[in-house]
């Protein structure tokens, strides 16, 4: 079994060929977002191509998926023109084998639920932390997609509902102050110097920095305790490479344990297993699926 898989974010493409096993040929591209659908579509045909033969496609993508279409059922400005692109469509086309196409998060759940921090639990919840907050419901050992193919937006969740602007995307919202660029804005509210993850704790050392760490933390915790209160789940899985951080992982399910009701502290809290390979892994997994793999 040869699948070859994209993974496409915002800023990259990991791109590789998985075996059934062994991720093999792993590689990065730059995405080139702002240059539209069309153009994101012409790069993901050209990568694949470079690792033709293969017996099916895996994609995992940013953006709301239509999983029964394989498009794009809706994309912010990050990628112009990526709303309703018909990416299954365009790849079977081109390659004349089966695609399957999820959305990022859901992907990177489905990784961890195969191979990773979910595998030993049927029933759990996942969410990433980095540019925003994005999340996955897995039931039954199956992502549950919603309505409008969006459940598990728990970047949504309305955390300080008086910071609430109407018509403001997400204002008031658990992203605006959960997220790590929520935390490196208010690092930089400290010194202006602290733009990166890396860089704010490179300094973690100093009381002011740490106090802006801490305030974080509670801003993550809120948003679990919700979620816990509200899914009982098994297992939370928290990825993005912030929450590599040991001080971070502690720390939050120290507090959230000590914030929900007693009755839903069996609520275990694990880090992702599978770093920046989870989405990837998620969408060749499905890949092979389509397959009777």
Request: hydrophobic fraction near 40%; include cysteine; charged fraction near 20%.
């Amino acid at each position: 079994m040869r699948i070859a898989a994209l993974d496409i974010g915002g800023t990259s493409i990991k791109s590789g060929i998985w075996d059934g096993e062994n991720i093999l040929e792993w590689k990065e591209t730059a995405t080139n977002a702002a240059e539209g659908g069309a153009r994101l579509m012409e790069r993901a045909k050209a990568i694949l191509k470079e690792y033709a033969p293969f017996d099916a496609v895996g994609i995992s993508t940013a953006g709301q998926v239509d999983t029964e279409k394989g498009s794009i059922y809706y994309a912010n400005e990050n990628i112009p023109g990526y709303t309703g692109m018909e990416v299954r469509n365009i790849l079977m086309e081109a390659f004349g084998v089966p695609v399957y196409v999820e959305n990022d998060v859901n992907a990177a759940a489905m990784g961890e639920a195969r191979f990773g921090a979910g595998r030993e639990t049927a029933d759990f919840l996942c969410l990433t932390y980095g540019t925003g907050v994005g999340g996955a419901i897995v039931i039954g050992g199956k992502v549950y997609s919603g309505g409008s193919f969006s459940a598990g937006s728990f970047g949504g969740i309305l955390v300080h509902p008086e910071r609430a602007v109407p018509g403001e995307e997400f204002s008031g919202c658990y992203e605006k102050y959960a997220s790590a660029t929520a935390l490196v804005r208010m690092a930089a509210e400290v010194d202006e110097e602290l733009t990166s993850g890396r860089a704010v704790f490179a300094a973690f050392d100093r009381p002011e920095v740490r106090q802006v760490v801490d305030r974080w933390i509670d801003e993550v915790s809120y948003g679990l305790v919700t979620l816990i209160h509200a899914f009982d789940p098994p297992r939370i899985v928290l990825g993005g490479g912030i929450m590599d951080q040991p001080y971070i992982s502690m720390e939050v399910r120290q507090r959230v344990l000590s914030l929900v009701s007693p009755g839903f502290r069996k609520t275990e809290i694990l880090r992702a297993q599978l770093g920046n390979q989870a989405g990837f892994l998620g969408a060749a997994y499905g890949a092979a699926k389509m397959l009777g793999e």
